[in-house]
């Protein structure tokens, strides 16, 4: 009996059913091991030498793997075909090793693309050995990661605080994003004028000419830049008489792409289906992973993480055999297509993402899938098919035209084109990405226009326009920006964004991503004070160098020396830096988002309300704010919004006077704070003050919606079954009623001012009758799950912090963008296990200090690595100090 180790229960039940009686096939539940969340997991003057850490739940994966080899006759690798798979085979095998459990079996990799019987069976016959370049690329990449993350994110903590982290790639992607705002804020629109004629010919077809030159000159793109000469040449259009001078018919060939890479489908799926980088991977990774077909559980997909953009000969083979079945020979090219990577060294995954097999058409699979897996398996299948179609055949017509009016002449210029063959367009269609590509000038079919002959015109049209900054990115233009500038690699642009949002840097609106006030100060830091290391050059430069260490070209110690002694001594510079050089430095990076212009023209370095202080950054507890230097003299103060911009309290400068409190006399104002507008009743230290509830604004306040909201809590009315009072208030986790003790939510902040005796005994009444918790409701599950190995049902159910996964007196809650009906028995047990295996949390002050940890250790993996049993986290606290050419020292754990 030989065991075969993989990283997913769902491909280890799979492919147990491929490899017969003579195998077992036990999951590690992807890696087994990782650097643990403390000082000393990577020492520079003992050599980089690397210290790992087992958790409870991987311990006992690795007991039961450990217990399986050692009665087996041999051992078979077979983890994700990638860097990080094969690092994962490389921990297993070296755990194993120190067990004494391998002796003289023989150990062999394999690799498969595909969970496909065929694959899988053909990888098991071609064995080989652990990569081992391809492994020391990951030692490189995580000990580099770890380094920037446990000795930046203290200097930062310490410098600015309210900052969460600092990553090698993080970073230099949220920079890109802040870079963007920069252009955005800086942007001066410029004025240009747009000319037309609406002509028509001979036989009476109206169609649409632009004005392209005039005098003699041509025009460049918006070279019309006022409306004196717009209102000059249109008077030249109107009184001129138009001829036709020449018209060009050209046959234009439109080539298909290639099969998708990862960053290309995340791109797409963006573009065409709305799905985030994360909601992309997850629903790829199912489709991998296998999909119960008629009673077959099947992969789908090829492997989802790959920079390849070339079929294997057998798919492409398949390929054009389903396009001759599918849309007829006339679709098919005389020759294969076959593309090359644009990739400096496409090291992730060899092929590029495809259907295992091209006669499974989405139809014939779709009432198998869910409905984000049939939308993405659709996509992957005619992106697939389409690029081994032939070409779509256009004609593109171009006609010029001569406007002359006495000495004045002008020309138009209209331009038209059909398709005369789709070809690869029958399958797919690209989906543009909001300011990606230039303007269409190509307006469809134009009528029938002959050379030389007169046009009337019916109308002239001129329209004032105004350039426009450049777009926001979305998640998809980010990712395509990474990978031109080769920042990043394909398995880690979904886990880097995700990262960028936790750690609130960046905010995404409408699909666009907006640098977070927090995120703006981090990147102005960075630029000021590590320029270096958030140069996009430099990060490139540093992403080739791994993967020349992945190629067997470099050395991996030496590029960690080279980058550490560098790294190190910037560090050591600012022990000194003091937080007054930090403000002046933000100040000037961030001129516009801390002082933006008035409209009164003065100074917007001056404070308005004393009008002699001046105005600054300054740095408390929770981030950032806006103040006076003649502070406690002037307490002006202006909040940063969350969104990066300046938080909109105009009219705030000073306390707005709302009226008298009846009850107590004393004066409500409505103010303005670091942390947003409230109101305050009465002055001094004893004064009460309530911030504004989500959504209200503060022009909308009066003296009424003041008196309500500074007197919350609200007394209902007393209860008739125990006489006491019901309360309605607005707590930390939003509107409530309380009663003896007991809490029951509400649904918005209005029902607090509104909720009467009644609907409060009601809602109550159904709190309680629906089981404990602070306003929770026991809701029906979201998706049962069948029943647990040891015992119990699985469900997924909904909670107050989101959808669970629920066994017994376990809760597990769902990585965050994971839908709850896409849950897999697989993933339940896997999460029920993780979380079954963490001890317990620890309490009092001691948390605090743990938390940091686990930031800087997020920090540190940077996203770069695949999803691991989390580790317990320990004191950071020599992080922020590393001792002279070297890193900080811990005591060794290893297994």
Same mark, same amino acid.
């Given at each position: 009996?030989?065991?075969?180790?993989?990283?997913?229960?769902?491909?280890?039940?799979?492919?147990?059913?491929?490899?017969? *009686?003579?195998?077992?096939?036990?999951?590690?539940?992807?890696?087994?091991?990782?650097?643990?969340?403390?000082?000393?997991?990577?020492? *520079?003057?003992?050599?980089?030498?690397?210290?790992?850490?087992?958790?409870?739940?991987?311990?006992?994966? %690795?007991?039961?793997?450990?217990?399986?080899?050692?009665?087996?006759?041999?051992?078979?690798?077979?983890?994700?075909?990638?860097?990080?798979?094969?690092?994962?085979?490389?921990?297993?095998?070296?755990?194993?090793?120190?067990?004494?459990?391998?002796?003289?079996?023989?150990?062999?990799?394999?690799?498969?693309?595909?969970?496909?019987?065929?694959?899988?069976?053909?990888? %098991?016959?071609?064995?080989?050995?652990?990569?081992?370049?391809?492994?020391?690329?990951?030692?490189?990449?995580?000990?580099?990661?770890?380094?920037?993350? !446990?000795?930046?994110?203290?200097?930062?903590?310490?410098?600015?605080?309210?900052?969460?982290?600092?990553?090698?790639?993080?970073?230099?992607?949220?920079?890109?994003?802040?870079?963007?705002?920069?252009?955005?804020?800086?942007?001066?629109?410029?004025?240009?004028?747009?000319?037309?004629?609406?002509?028509?010919?001979?036989?009476?077809?109206?169609?649409?000419?632009?004005?392209?030159?005039?005098?003699?000159?041509?025009?460049?793109?918006?070279?019309?830049?006022?409306?004196?000469?717009?209102?000059?040449?249109?008077?030249?259009?109107?009184?001129?008489?138009?001829?036709?001078?020449?018209?060009?018919?050209?046959?234009?060939?439109?080539?298909?792409?290639?099969?998708?890479?990862?960053?290309?489908?995340?791109?797409?799926?963006?573009?065409?289906?709305?799905?985030?980088?994360?909601?992309?991977?997850?629903?790829?990774?199912?489709?991998?992973?296998?999909?119960?077909?008629?009673?077959?559980?099947?992969?789908?997909?090829?492997?989802?993480? &790959?920079?390849?953009?070339? %079929?294997?000969?057998?798919?492409?083979?398949?390929?054009?055999?389903?396009?001759?079945?599918?849309?007829?020979?006339?679709?098919?090219?005389?020759?294969?297509?076959?593309?090359?990577?644009?990739?400096?060294?496409?090291?992730?995954?060899?092929?590029?993402?495809?259907?295992?097999?091209?006669?499974?058409? *989405?139809?014939?699979?779709?009432?198998?899938?869910?409905?984000?897996?049939?939308?993405?398996?659709?996509?992957?299948?005619?992106?697939?098919?389409?690029?081994?179609?032939?070409?779509?055949?256009?004609?593109?017509?171009?006609?010029?035209?001569?406007?002359?009016?006495?000495?004045?002449?002008?020309?138009?210029?209209?331009?038209?084109?059909?398709?005369?063959?789709?070809?690869?367009?029958?399958?797919?269609?690209?989906?543009?990405?909001?300011?990606?590509?230039?303007?269409?000038?190509?307006?469809?079919?134009?009528?029938?226009?002959?050379?030389?002959?007169?046009?009337?015109?019916?109308?002239?049209?001129?329209?004032?326009?105004?350039?426009?900054?450049?777009?926001?990115?979305?998640?998809?233009?980010?990712?395509?920006?990474?990978?031109?500038?080769?920042?990043?690699?394909?398995?880690?642009?979904?886990?880097?964004?995700?990262?960028?949002?936790?750690?609130?840097?960046?905010?995404?609106?409408?699909?666009?991503?907006?640098?977070?006030?927090?995120?703006?100060?981090? &990147?102005?830091?960075?630029?000021?004070?590590?320029?270096?290391?958030?140069?996009?050059?430099? &990060?490139?430069?540093?992403?080739?160098?791994?993967?020349?260490?992945?190629?067997?070209?470099?050395?991996?110690?030496?590029?960690?020396?080279?980058?550490?002694?560098?790294?190190?001594?910037?560090?050591?510079?600012?022990?000194?830096?003091?937080?007054?050089?930090?403000?002046?430095?933000?100040?000037?990076?961030?001129?516009?988002?801390?002082?933006?212009?008035?409209?009164?023209?003065?100074? *917007?370095?001056?404070?308005?309300?004393?009008?002699?202080?001046?105005?600054?950054?300054?740095?408390?507890?929770?981030?950032?704010?806006?103040?006076?230097?003649?502070?406690?003299?002037?307490?002006?103060?202006?909040?940063?919004?969350?969104?990066?911009?300046?938080?909109?309290?105009?009219?705030?400068?000073?306390?707005?006077?709302?009226?008298?409190?009846?009850?107590?006399?004393?004066?409500?104002?409505?103010?303005?704070?670091?942390?947003?507008?409230?109101?305050?009743?009465?002055?001094?230290?004893?004064?009460?003050?309530?911030?504004?509830?989500?959504?209200?604004?503060?022009?909308?306040?009066?003296?009424?919606?003041?008196?309500?909201?500074?007197?919350?809590?609200?007394?209902?009315?007393?209860?008739?079954?125990?006489?006491?009072?019901?309360?309605?208030?607005?707590?930390?986790?939003?509107?409530?009623?309380?009663?003896?003790?007991?809490?029951?939510?509400?649904?918005?902040?209005?029902?607090? !001012?509104?909720?009467?005796?009644?609907?409060?005994?009601?809602?109550?009444?159904?709190?309680?009758?629906?089981?404990?918790?602070?306003?929770?409701?026991?809701?029906?599950?979201?998706?049962?799950?069948?029943?647990?190995?040891?015992?119990?049902?699985?469900?997924?159910?909904?909670?107050?912090?989101?959808?669970?996964?629920?066994?017994?007196?376990?809760?597990?809650?769902?990585?965050?963008?994971?839908?709850?009906?896409?849950?897999?028995?697989?993933?339940?047990?896997? %999460?029920?296990?993780?979380?079954?295996?963490?001890?317990?949390?620890?309490?009092?002050?001691?948390?605090?200090?743990?938390?940091?940890?686990?930031?800087?250790?997020?920090?540190?993996?940077?996203?770069?690595?695949?999803?691991?049993?989390?580790?317990?986290?320990?004191?950071?606290?020599?992080?922020?100090?590393?001792?002279?050419?070297?890193?900080?020292?811990?005591?060794?754990?290893?297994?």
């Amino acid at each position: 009996m030989n065991v075969v180790v993989v990283e997913s229960p769902a491909k280890a039940k799979t492919i147990n059913k491929y490899l017969g *009686p003579g195998y077992k096939v036990l999951a590690s539940f992807g890696h087994v091991r990782d650097l643990p969340a403390k000082d000393g997991s990577v020492l *520079p003057d003992q050599d980089f030498e690397m210290s790992w850490e087992v958790d409870g739940a991987s311990a006992k994966r %690795m007991k039961e793997i450990a217990d399986a080899v050692k009665n087996s006759d041999g051992l078979f690798l077979a983890t994700d075909p990638d860097r990080e798979g094969e690092a994962i085979s490389w921990h297993v095998l070296d755990l194993l090793k120190k067990k004494k459990v391998i002796g003289d079996k023989p150990v062999k990799r394999v690799v498969f693309n595909a969970i496909t019987k065929k694959a899988v069976l053909d990888a %098991m016959a071609n064995p080989r050995d652990i990569d081992t370049p391809l492994v020391d690329a990951y030692l490189a990449r995580r000990a580099l990661d770890y380094l920037v993350g !446990f000795n930046l994110s203290p200097v930062l903590w310490r410098k600015l605080p309210g900052a969460r982290s600092a990553g090698r790639v993080q970073s230099v992607s949220l920079r890109l994003v802040c870079d963007r705002e920069t252009e955005i804020e800086r942007f001066v629109p410029e004025e240009y004028w747009n000319l037309s004629a609406l002509l028509k010919t001979p036989r009476g077809d109206e169609f649409e000419a632009k004005l392209v030159s005039a005098d003699g000159k041509r025009l460049a793109a918006r070279g019309v830049k006022n409306g004196e000469d717009a209102g000059r040449l249109k008077a030249l259009l109107e009184a001129a008489a138009y001829t036709v001078e020449s018209v060009e018919a050209k046959p234009v060939k439109r080539n298909p792409g290639p099969p998708f890479t990862t960053s290309t489908l995340q791109q797409a799926a963006s573009s065409n289906l709305g799905f985030s980088a994360s909601r992309t991977m997850q629903v790829a990774q199912r489709l991998y992973e296998g999909v119960d077909i008629g009673g077959e559980t099947v992969g789908l997909i090829t492997y989802m993480r &790959t920079d390849g953009v070339q %079929m294997a000969p057998e798919a492409i083979d398949a390929a054009r055999s389903a396009i001759n079945g599918q849309f007829g020979p006339r679709y098919l090219p005389e020759k294969a297509r076959f593309y090359s990577t644009k990739a400096k060294n496409a090291q992730e995954a060899h092929e590029a993402i495809r259907p295992t097999d091209f006669n499974r058409t *989405p139809e014939k699979v779709r009432r198998f899938l869910e409905g984000d897996q049939l939308r993405l398996y659709e996509l992957i299948w005619k992106r697939g098919i389409a690029s081994q179609m032939a070409s779509a055949e256009m004609e593109r017509t171009t006609v010029e035209i001569l406007a002359e009016s006495g000495a004045g002449r002008a020309g138009l210029r209209a331009v038209g084109s059909v398709v005369r063959f789709d070809g690869f367009l029958a399958a797919y269609v690209d989906q543009r990405e909001e300011g990606d590509g230039a303007e269409d000038d190509e307006d469809g079919r134009l009528p029938e226009i002959n050379a030389r002959e007169k046009l009337d015109k019916k109308k002239v049209s001129s329209s004032q326009h105004f350039t426009e900054p450049p777009p926001r990115y979305s998640e998809a233009s980010l990712i395509k920006k990474m990978e031109e500038l080769g920042i990043g690699r394909p398995s880690t642009y979904a886990a880097t964004l995700k990262t960028l949002s936790d750690r609130e840097y960046i905010v995404i609106d409408k699909r666009k991503l907006v640098p977070h006030s927090k995120g703006r100060l981090v &990147t102005a830091f960075l630029e000021s004070f590590f320029t270096k290391y958030v140069e996009y050059d430099f &990060t490139a430069d540093l992403e080739e160098k791994l993967d020349r260490i992945s190629s067997g070209e470099l050395n991996w110690k030496q590029v960690l020396r080279e980058f550490w002694d560098d790294f190190f001594a910037q560090i050591e510079d600012t022990k000194e830096l003091r937080v007054t050089n930090v403000l002046d430095a933000l100040n000037e990076a961030l001129a516009p988002l801390v002082f933006p212009k008035r409209e009164d023209g003065s100074d *917007p370095r001056i404070c308005q309300v004393c009008g002699t202080g001046n105005l600054s950054l300054k740095l408390g507890k929770y981030g950032a704010f806006v103040g006076c230097s003649n502070y406690p003299d002037c307490n002006f103060t202006r909040q940063l919004s969350a969104d990066g911009t300046e938080a909109d309290t105009s009219g705030l400068n000073e306390p707005k006077a709302l009226g008298a409190d009846p009850m107590t006399g004393e004066q409500l104002t409505l103010r303005s704070g670091r942390f947003g507008p409230y109101i305050q009743r009465g002055d001094g230290k004893e004064a009460k003050r309530s911030s504004l509830p989500k959504g209200w604004k503060p022009e909308d306040i009066d003296h009424e919606k003041a008196l309500a909201l500074i007197n919350l809590p609200r007394d209902v009315g007393q209860h008739p079954e125990t006489a006491k009072m019901i309360s309605a208030g607005l707590g930390r986790y939003g509107p409530f009623l309380l009663h003896d003790g007991t809490y029951a939510n509400l649904d918005s902040i209005e029902d607090v !001012f509104t909720v009467g005796l009644n609907r409060a005994v009601t809602v109550l009444a159904e709190k309680q009758s629906k089981g404990p918790g602070r306003g929770r409701t026991a809701v029906a599950a979201l998706k049962e799950l069948g029943e647990h190995p040891s015992g119990g049902a699985m469900t997924v159910r909904e909670g107050k912090y989101g959808p669970y996964v629920n066994w017994g007196k376990i809760n597990a809650t769902l990585p965050k963008g994971k839908d709850p009906q896409s849950v897999s028995v697989e993933d339940a047990l896997a %999460m029920i296990s993780e979380k079954a295996g963490k001890a317990p949390a620890a309490k009092g002050k001691k948390a605090a200090p743990k938390a940091a940890a686990k930031t800087a250790a997020k920090a540190a993996s940077d996203g770069e690595t695949k999803a691991a049993p989390k580790k317990a986290a320990a004191k950071p606290k020599s992080a922020a100090k590393p001792k002279a050419k070297a890193a900080p020292k811990a005591k060794k754990t290893g297994t």
